[in-house]
């Protein structure tokens, strides 16, 4: 293998491991997102349920009133009957206090459902306020994990980037005039995936890369050491 080869490939290596760092670091921002997104999630649930509990407690309590409506005007038409001297006027009194008494018991049958109710909906809330509790631990986790990341991420990063200029001197010194660091260079600007190498090996007489198979010529091009790209995905060949 060629000098100026691995001096490539190592350079190749420690941007590599740059762009997978850098890689890291920008997915952080979603993750942290995606971590306060199912706090709220849970927060929301927590406080539906205990809306969904208020609005059925002042239902229960609703019947209380209605009920004692009732029961306090069949108190008035009992007071009234034992006054009541007139058949058809006594008659028509107990009819209204057989009203009241269904009304009161349909209202009491109502009323129990609604307890019931209240009681699932009480466990509801005491499940979501665990829930709740539980999510915000895993949350907090999961920020204090990606604030670590990050500063494991950033200081790795600055490691690397302190080693690159060590890296880059063989160029400087003895390849001042060959192209092969602003090719290598340019490549890694290019569209491609920035943890993808861009300087190859041939492999059974095709691109490391892609895989395409290269001809006779360029075969021996490399072998000889002269600057060589793949005709399908520009990646730099080498031959070890």
Same mark, same amino acid.
């Given at each position: 293998?060629?000098? @100026? #080869? *691995?001096?490539?490939?190592?350079?190749?290596?420690?941007?590599?491991?740059?762009? +997978?760092?850098?890689?890291?670091?920008?997915?952080?921002? $979603?993750?942290?997102?995606?971590?306060? +997104?199912?706090?709220?999630?849970?927060? $929301?649930?927590?406080?539906?349920?205990?809306?969904?509990?208020?609005?059925?407690?002042? /239902?229960?309590?609703?019947?209380?009133?209605?009920?004692?409506?009732?029961?306090?005007? +069949?108190?008035?038409?009992?007071?009234?009957?034992?006054?009541?001297?007139?058949?058809?006027? %006594?008659? /028509?009194?107990?009819?209204?206090?057989?009203?009241?008494?269904?009304?009161?018991?349909?209202? *009491?049958?109502?009323?129990?459902?609604?307890?019931?109710?209240?009681?699932?909906? +009480?466990?509801?809330?005491?499940?979501?306020?665990?829930?709740?509790?539980?999510?915000?631990?895993?949350?907090?986790?999961?920020?204090?994990?990606?604030?670590?990341?990050?500063?494991?991420?950033?200081?790795?990063?600055? *490691?690397?980037? /302190?080693?690159?200029?060590?890296?880059?001197?063989? =160029?400087?010194?003895? %390849?001042?005039?060959?192209?092969?660091?602003?090719?290598?260079?340019?490549?890694?600007?290019?569209?491609?995936?920035?943890?993808?190498?861009?300087?190859?090996? #041939?492999?059974?007489?095709?691109?490391?890369? &892609?895989?395409?198979?290269?001809?006779?010529?360029?075969?021996?091009?490399?072998?000889?050491?002269?600057?060589? =790209? &793949?005709?399908?995905?520009?990646?730099?060949? =080498? @031959?070890?």
């Amino acid at each position: 293998m060629h000098d @100026w #080869v *691995e001096s490539l490939l190592a350079l190749q290596e420690l941007d590599i491991r740059l762009a +997978k760092m850098d890689e890291q670091l920008r997915s952080i921002p $979603e993750k942290r997102k995606e971590a306060e +997104k199912q706090y709220a999630a849970e927060t $929301e649930a927590l406080n539906l349920a205990k809306a969904a509990f208020k609005e059925a407690e002042l /239902a229960a309590r609703k019947y209380d009133g209605e009920i004692n409506a009732l029961l306090e005007k +069949k108190r008035t038409f009992q007071s009234k009957s034992a006054m009541i001297k007139n058949n058809d006027e %006594y008659r /028509a009194a107990l009819l209204q206090i057989e009203m009241c008494d269904h009304a009161v018991g349909t209202l *009491e049958e109502k009323q129990l459902e609604a307890m019931m109710a209240l009681d699932g909906l +009480k466990e509801t809330v005491a499940l979501r306020e665990k829930d709740l509790a539980s999510g915000k631990k895993r949350a907090e986790g999961m920020l204090e994990d990606l604030k670590t990341l990050t500063a494991n991420c950033q200081a790795q990063i600055d *490691e690397l980037q /302190a080693k690159r200029p060590e890296l880059l001197k063989p =160029f400087a010194e003895r %390849y001042p005039d060959e192209p092969y660091l602003e090719r290598y260079t340019r490549l890694r600007a290019g569209r491609g995936n920035p943890t993808t190498p861009c300087v190859v090996p #041939v492999l059974d007489e095709s691109c490391g890369r &892609c895989r395409m198979k290269i001809t006779a010529q360029l075969k021996n091009d490399t072998v000889n050491g002269k600057l060589t =790209f &793949c005709p399908s995905c520009s990646a730099m060949l =080498f @031959w070890e």
